[in-house]
């Protein structure tokens, strides 16, 4: 191909491209210009304020003002408007001039009653939006023909302007969606923790409670069932009896705020000499919803066992049986509420000792205030306020009983004593445990067998032996003493030692006298 037809080629292209882009960038600035909505502008009645006038305008019937005083006023008409954000201070100056939401609540009250004439405070207002469109500046239009005094309470809206809370947003929400009851002992309630209302002070959420619920708002010092209303910065929690609603859960649902509508200023520029002007006003927007659930405290569950004082538990008429009982809850964060225990005794023959049944904290220490009643063998305890509430045993919770009672009749020799007691309280099922001992039969003593004396025996009449004397004549004889009969063997063997020892004398006897002659 020919050089020159290569570069006419690429001159073509070149202008192509530059064509192309010239097209899309005008299509693009069509299209921003078609985001803007048309609007209707009407230009009313004129308002006379210090030798100068002004006209009410309205924007689809909204009211409006102008602007930019020193300019020529636009002609009624269609036209294309700009969205302010609410960021801005323009916007928040519409809000709360005249015809704004804000305007009853903050402005209205701050001005001198000379200025809260219809006329009058359109015409101020109207300053007071010229002098913020203007940037503040102190050589605005919004101030031609104006007076000091006039001039000075133009500025001085404006600074209060600046000062007063944002536009309102309609969006609205709580610090947290999820919440788990607790055990608050000192207030003796179930609650939440804390839940901030986040949103607009002026704006508001009402949160439907079931019966039995309150909300406690902690911002207002205030405690409500049912419908109950909060504000944006409102800090609050729920509420409930520690006895109520075990187990159970409470959603909201989707919750809206007070203000579904949004705020939003429009600014119309009517040409490079024309007039803008200005207006605002509440629009239905879609917000995201709020909700509240919470999960109250489980049920409790009651445990209670039963001993009597001895192993074998085996007793006899007269003895006295102690018996402890120990009662616990054994659900993690659940709490029992006014626990009550009672016991009766199942088999006659047998008398419950009144002044020995004693309630006992985990500690083994006498609760001083829990109400006791005795009926015949049967008793029953409320554990009184200082231990109204039985938390769960891994927080070391629990109650103890002691009683006693004395095995007092015959009747139940041999048989078992039985006796039953019962657990209970307000929000939790009643439990039982039943004891039994054994009465021994008594033994009965055996008397003592006499043994048979044997016959005793009489000892034969034995003669003493007399021993003869050594080659001496014999004596003279002597008279034979007759044999005594004792029947005492003892007796006998004394008087045979006698008679051996006077032989004996006689004997010596004879040979002294021998010797001596």
Not at 219 to 233: A, I, L, N
Request: hydrophobic share 35%; net charge negative.
């Amino acid at each position: 191909m020919h050089m020159k037809h290569v570069a006419r080629l690429w001159r073509l292209l070149a202008s192509g491209l530059f064509l192309l882009l010239l097209s899309l960038a005008l299509l693009g600035l069509e299209e921003t210009e078609v985001r803007a909505a048309p609007v209707s502008l009407v230009q009313g009645e004129a308002v006379y304020y210090q030798g100068y006038s002004t006209h009410y305008y309205y924007i689809d019937g909204v009211l409006g003002y102008c602007l930019e005083p020193g300019k020529t006023p636009p002609s009624d008409g269609s036209y294309d408007s700009q969205v302010i954000d609410n960021s801005q201070l323009l916007s928040k100056a519409m809000y709360y001039v005249y015809g704004g939401p804000g305007y009853e609540t903050h402005m209205r009250p701050a001005l001198p009653e000379a200025w809260r004439s219809e006329a009058n405070v359109y015409c101020l207002s109207h300053c007071v939006l010229s002098y913020i469109y203007d940037n503040l500046s102190g050589d605005s239009d919004a101030f031609i023909g104006l007076n000091e005094e006039m001039k000075n309470q133009v500025i001085q809206c404006a600074s209060w302007i600046r000062g007063w809370p944002a536009i309102p947003a309609p969006d609205i929400s709580f610090s947290g969606t999820e919440f788990n009851s607790w055990f608050d002992r000192e207030g003796k309630q179930q609650r939440t923790d804390e839940i901030t209302c986040t949103g607009d002070a002026d704006n508001s959420i009402t949160i439907p409670l079931p019966e039995g619920v309150w909300l406690v708002n902690v911002s207002k010092g205030t405690k409500k069932e049912g419908q109950v209303r909060v504000m944006g910065g409102d800090r609050f929690y729920l509420s409930a009896d520690v006895g109520m609603l075990n187990g159970e859960r409470y959603e909201s649902g989707a919750l809206y705020g007070s203000r579904r509508q949004a705020w939003r200023t429009l600014v119309i520029r009517s040409g490079s000499n024309g007039q803008d002007i200005g207006g605002g006003s509440l629009i239905t927007v879609e917000t995201a919803p709020a909700s509240l659930a919470v999960t109250w405290l489980p049920k409790p569950e009651l445990v209670t066992d039963k001993q009597a004082d001895k192993t074998g538990k085996s007793y006899k008429v007269g003895d006295i049986v102690t018996y402890t009982i120990e009662v616990t809850q054994r659900i993690q964060n659940a709490v029992a509420k006014n626990v009550v225990i009672s016991d009766t005794i199942l088999t006659e023959g047998v008398k419950l000792q009144k002044n020995s049944v004693v309630l006992l904290d985990a500690h083994q220490r006498a609760v001083s205030d829990a109400v006791i009643t005795v009926e015949g063998n049967t008793y029953s305890i409320h554990s009184g306020e200082s231990l109204e509430f039985l938390q769960s045993v891994e927080r070391g919770e629990k109650f103890y009983v002691e009683y006693q009672i004395a095995i007092t009749d015959a009747s139940v020799i041999g048989r078992e004593i039985e006796n039953e007691v019962v657990v209970r309280a307000d929000n939790a099922d009643e439990v039982k445990d039943r004891e039994i001992v054994t009465v021994e039969e008594p033994e009965i003593p055996r008397e003592p067998e006499t043994p048979e004396e044997e016959p005793k025996e009489v000892p034969e009449e034995e003669k003493p032996v007399i021993e003869e004397p050594e080659a001496e004549p014999a004596p003279k004889p002597a008279v034979k003493a007759e044999a005594v009969k004792t029947g005492d063997e003892e007796n006998l063997m004394v008087l045979i030692l006698l008679l051996i020892l006077s032989c004996t004398a006689i004997t010596a006897c004879g040979k002294i006298a021998r010797k001596t002659k």
